[in-house]
Structures are given as structure tokens and as C-alpha cells.
């Protein structure tokens, strides 16, 4: 694995937190948390590749920050942002209703704050 390539996953992160905002402002919450989860996460894996050089395979941004070693504060805020990986794409996941309807602006404003603190945390291990 070429290790420069955090980079990539960085940009991506940066790219995804963009879509997040913008689907924020148009009302599209359940696609604002996934999009934010996103971006966690592939900074989170921009900072294994670029700090510990390995690639880790897991979605949990809860579980990407435990091994890198972050604040347990931010460790449970990950824990949030992992709610948005599946459930807000997938309708089998609840009861009735599409994923959308089962999101409002606040769940959005909140899983942004958060992927803007995990970014801001994996740029400060990166430098």
C-alpha cells in the first residue's frame, strides 16, 4: 500500500463533509448524517494510513478513534455518528417509513458538529 494515498482518503473526508453541509441546508437530514459519518471516517482512515501506516477495514468511527487513541469524549461522540451508517440508507432497518422521515435538522446539526470535531482531531495527528 502506497501510504501517500492518506491524502486521498483525506480529501474524500474533506469532499464528504462539503456534501454533508450542503445537505444540511437543503433539508436532506438523514443524508447530512450519513454524509458526516463519512467523513469521519475516512479522515479516521486517512490518520491510520498516514500515522500508524495501515489500513484499517472497519466503518466505526467509535472504533477508528479507540485505536487511535482519542479522548474518551470524543470516542462516545463517535459513537453517534455510528447510528448514521445504515439506518439513515436503508428502510428494512425501521419499523415503517422511509430512513429520511426518521431524521430532523437537529440530528443533522449534531452528527456535523461531531465529524467537524473527529476532522479537526485527525488533522492535529497528522501534522
Known amino acids: 500500500m502506497s501510504y501517500e494515498r492518506y491524502r486521498d482518503w483525506l480529501d474524500e473526508a474533506e469532499d464528504d463533509f462539503s456534501s454533508a453541509e450542503i445537505m444540511l441546508r437543503e433539508g436532506k ?28 477495514e472497519t466503518h466505526s468511527v467509535s472504533e477508528l478513534l479507540r485505536r487511535a487513541e482519542a479522548p ?3 470516542v462516545r461522540a463517535g459513537d453517534r455518528l455510528d ?22 435538522e437537529e440530528d443533522a446539526k449534531d452528527a456535523l458538529d461531531t465529524s467537524r ?9 497528522i501534522r
Open 83 to 104: 447510528r448514521f451508517y445504515i439506518p439513515t440508507r436503508y428502510p428494512n432497518v425501521w419499523p415503517s417509513g422511509a430512513p429520511f422521515r426518521h431524521y430532523g
Open 72 to 74: 474518551d469524549e470524543l
Open 117 to 125: 470535531r473527529v476532522m479537526d482531531f485527525v488533522k492535529k495527528q
Open 29 to 56: 437530514y438523514s443524508k447530512a448524517c450519513f454524509f458526516s459519518q463519512q467523513a469521519a471516517e475516512k479522515a479516521l482512515k486517512a490518520l491510520h494510513i498516514a500515522k500508524y501506516r495501515r489500513y484499517e
